[in-house]
């Protein structure tokens, strides 16, 4: 009989365990996995989390920095106001109002507890800073990172759980839960061949969404849906989120919405460790993109890329044959982020617009020439380029704008990069209350089952502000830890 269950081996799963440890004895972690490939899709992360501090003094409490960084380094600030304001913008207002506070609040009270835990934390460095005139500065709330990235924290956290003597079995599949009338008393798990009951007092659900299910993809989603790749786990198919509705549990948010972005076009249908997020083509804000007929049909510069990225990959699965090109010219090429100088990479290099639009596979070259001269002939280039900031430097009079960072693709070499749409994670899920506990389709609690992480649903909608997702797996799942541990306690 162990005190808690955790359903789980990501970022939220060990969260948990860690919060739920600090008040019971007993704590086991199931990870559906085998050992290698364990850590769900937080160990495909950068390990970027999106924090609340209100300046460097709040950040030196997690991050050991120099005298010398510190003068090198504008890190502004990122009050709350301005992550409830990204998180209800970005979400279409949305967001569910008492969750998302609690993700915002405690945020930064999460990392603290994870980093006297032992977790490690650096700046984004290189990510989310421009070095302009020899000083770094930070922009689009987007400073923390840990160290060693997603596999970095995945790993720390397994040692800290297994140093605190936390249980924890790989290849371990959660197939339902053991429900009575008064709640929940443990799971049933299938592991190496064998199904068994493992008794507990409470049990956490942290076991990812369901992207990496094809079937309910496409259900969900919509049609469609099944031609995206996975960027992450091929182990997040829905298991929990179906073990809670089949016991009861309300399902709740955008279930036909969730995070995709601009993916390299030939990337396998699952994420690969090896590569980890470096699929993902995100620098697009400095460029245009061009689909199949050879036309533009995103606006690549409305805000920081922290705050479209996570929508645009549904732009592109929904254009002709579901891909599109990424164009930059050598001006910008110093800007590319780290992943495109990876070698899986489908790119092509010309020394004039006429060469490059007769490499670009699959698109109608004609076109796409036209195009690039359209819309460099709308650049307004009496404004100034300045990355750091929204700087307004548009297109005037194009049916598709661009409204930030529109630099004219004039000067060779050119370069492009092919890609489709890459899923993350789903936005539907289970109902969660502030105490993360699962809440019943009568409204109720359903006493001993918890949840946090990729498959609550309620706070994320259509889109997603960078980095939230760690934070919103290390905020609830420290919230269901402690209150499952303190209630099996207390049993
Ligand atoms: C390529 C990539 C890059 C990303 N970059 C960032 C970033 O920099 N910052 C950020 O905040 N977010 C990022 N995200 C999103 C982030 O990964 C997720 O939001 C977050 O990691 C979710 O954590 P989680 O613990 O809920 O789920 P996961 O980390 O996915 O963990 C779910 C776990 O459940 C296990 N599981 C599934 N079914 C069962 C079952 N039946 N029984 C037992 N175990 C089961 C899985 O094996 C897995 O270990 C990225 C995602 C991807 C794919």
């Not at 970022?11 to 850590?39: F, H, K, T």
């Not at 670009?360 to 900031?389: C, G, S």
């Amino acid at each position: 009989m162990y005190d808690v269950i955790i359903v789980g081996g990501g970022n939220a799963a060990l969260c948990a365990a860690l919060s739920a440890r600090q008040y019971c004895e007993r704590v086991l972690v199931l990870e559906r996995a085998p050992e290698d490939e364990a850590g769900g899709n937080s160990r495909f992360t950068a390990g970027l989390m999106r924090v609340v501090y209100n300046g460097v003094e709040d950040l030196r409490k997690i991050i050991d920095l120099s005298e010398d960084e510190v003068a090198r380094t504008d890190f502004g600030a990122y009050t709350t106001e301005q992550f409830l304001d990204d998180m209800a913008r970005v979400t279409e207002y949305r967001c569910d109002p008492d969750l998302t506070e609690l993700l915002v609040k405690e945020s930064f009270p999460a990392v603290l507890w994870m980093r006297s835990k032992g977790v490690r934390f650096t700046a984004a460095w290189g990510r989310q800073a421009f070095n302009i005139g020899g000083r770094f500065k930070f922009w689009g709330g987007l400073t923390v990172e840990a160290v060693g990235g997603g596999p970095g924290l995945v790993e720390s956290l397994t040692r800290i759980a297994r140093k605190e003597g936390i249980d924890i079995w790989y290849g371990a599949r959660a197939v339902s839960l053991l429900a009575q009338d008064d709640g929940i008393h443990g799971v049933v798990v299938k592991r190496a061949g064998n199904t068994q009951q493992v008794s507990s007092k409470a049990v956490v659900l942290a076991a990812g969404g369901f992207q990496a299910n094809t079937e309910w993809r496409t259900r969900y989603l919509g049609p469609g849906w099944e031609l995206a790749k996975v960027r992450g786990t091929r182990f997040n198919t829905g298991d929990a989120i179906r073990m809670a509705l089949d016991a009861g549990a309300a399902a709740v948010g955008n279930w036909s919405g969730c995070h995709a972005v601009a993916w390299e076009r030939n990337a396998p249908e699952f994420g690969d460790l090896a590569v980890g997020d470096q699929f993902q083509k995100h620098s697009y804000p400095w460029g245009i993109y061009l689909n199949a007929e050879g036309k533009r049909f995103v606006d690549e510069g409305a805000d920081f890329r922290n705050y479209t990225y996570a929508k645009y990959g549904r732009v592109i699965l929904s254009q002709p044959g579901q891909f599109a090109w990424q164009i930059f010219d050598a001006k910008v090429k110093g800007q590319l982020r780290d992943e495109y100088r990876i070698r899986q990479v489908t790119k092509v290099t010309a020394n004039t617009l006429e060469e490059l639009v007769g490499k670009l596979d699959d698109v109608d070259a004609k076109n796409a020439l036209e195009e690039i001269k359209r819309y460099n002939a709308a650049v307004r280039q009496d404004i100034p380029y300045n990355p750091n900031v929204k700087d307004g430097r548009r297109t005037e009079g194009l049916a598709v704008p661009k409204s930030n960072w529109a630099n004219t693709i004039d000067t060779p070499p050119f370069e492009a990069y092919a890609v489709t749409c890459g899923i993350t994670f789903t936005f539907g899920g289970l109902k969660i209350n502030n105490h993360a506990q699962v809440i019943n389709s009568d409204g109720e609690a359903i006493k001993g089952l918890y949840a946090a992480g990729e498959l609550v649903g309620g706070i994320f909608w259509f889109n997603y502000p960078g980095g939230s997702g760690l934070t919103n797996g290390s905020v609830f799942g420290r919230v269901a830890g402690e209150n499952a541990g303190k209630s099996a306690s207390a049993a």
